[in-house]
């Protein structure tokens, strides 16, 4: 049964994430590396795992890696081509002395290159073609269903990629434009959005039954809309919710915009020579706003914003004139939006806003949450060693060397009136809560 059926929302945009499970190791191992420091940015480090020699005929395996700042490239051949024999890069005597923006640059020719990236493409493209057969065969609507004669869903290659990804195409569903899909493994997996018109043929308990069998799934965008044909409810009444509080969760309000469109309308000669009269200056056109209003609630930035708006003026529907969609965005910034979601977009919008209470009593919290270095203890620590040698290194040789007091004297100093079991938070909040893979996965 299809999910409308039940609820009175519906998903009106939707982008989910996907990537193998070789992929999510090789994030994972960019991230620790990152965070040990021997990479200047995360995806420096991911580049360096695509150009590293790790990837044998036991793909699916677990990889023992073990990462330091001297890279080995799975082909000398174009390591030599692109670095030692470019006179671009001649007058550095390593990568590492590249600078940051130029070595990021380097590595992704060399990654491009490798048999590593083209057989994660490899794999990629095979989930793809998985996807859209089961796209085709169960997750379509009954109506959208595959035929002996026709595909209602397929895609079509663009020129280039998009959002980063290396690669894209255009998303079609009975040849309309219907969402995007884009993917490559310089980004670490795949992406694909559903537009309105592709959610609309989607049969919404089948996609989450299978996304919740795909690996390393996520949502990063979930559009809810609720519709009312009536408009029971202006824009203008969800505006007094605002300045009611009904658009506030926490202390910290959020930041609005409203936006009238419509036409200008020509006074007569008299209507001008009045308003002159009356106020000063001339004025020739009334401003009517008959196209319709928009409120606009919170910021895309922030991975929340409700957007209320008049959708029979903006549609100019004779029908349903008064028609007043509300929608909530929600993006998977600083907050995981569980697949769940999909089966309860009711009980997600009304516990989204108090204004949006109204739609159900049942409520689904979608939480921010509080970005935490998720590392171990060891990690933690041989990251304050370096902090400590470069900020009181030259201070502990003074010690040494120029007042002469030996090792012992100097620890007694610098640990006096601490107990033994006095260590930083940071190393007793890692070692209680070893690093998670899949909590790791961006």
Known sequence: MNQTSKQLTKIDYLTVVFCPDEIARLRFDAKIAFGKGD???????????????????????????????????????????????????????????????????????????????????????????????????????????LTSDDLSWSYRHNSGGMFTYEKSATLYRHDVNSGVVAWGANNGGVMISFSGAGCAGLDIPKLHAMLKKMPNVKITRLDIAYDDYDGEKSVLNYFQNLEEGGFCKTNQAPSFSWIQTGELQKLSNEQQALWKKKHGWQKRYDCVANGGNTLYVGSRKNGKMARIYEKGKQMQSETQPNWVR??????????????????????????????????????LEIKTTTRKPKVSGIFVAERLERYCAQSYGKFLNFLRHVKELPDSEIINQLTKGLNPWDIPDSINQACISPPNQMELAP
């Open 326 to 363: 509300a929608e909530l965005e929600l993006r998977s910034i600083d907050r995981v939006i569980s697949l769940d979601a999909l089966l309860n977009t009711d009980a997600v919008f009304a516990a989204a806003y108090p204004a949006f209470e109204f739609v159900s009593a049942k409520r």
């Open 39 to 145: 990479f200047a940015s995360y995806k420096e480090a991911y580049n360096a795992m695509l150009c590293a020699e790790l990837f044998d005929q036991q793909a699916t395996d677990d990889l023992d890696l073990d990462v330091n700042e001297s890279v080995v490239f799975d082909s000398d051949y174009y390591y030599d081509q692109l670095f030692e024999n470019n006179p671009r890069y001649r007058s550095y005597g390593s990568v590492d002395a590249i600078p940051s923006e130029e070595r990021a640059h380097f590595f992704k020719n060399v990654v491009r290159k490798t048999k590593r990236y083209k057989t994660l493409n490899s794999l990629i493209e095979g989930d793809i073609t998985k996807f859209m057969h089961l796209l085709n065969t169960e997750v379509a609507t009954a109506a959208d269903r």
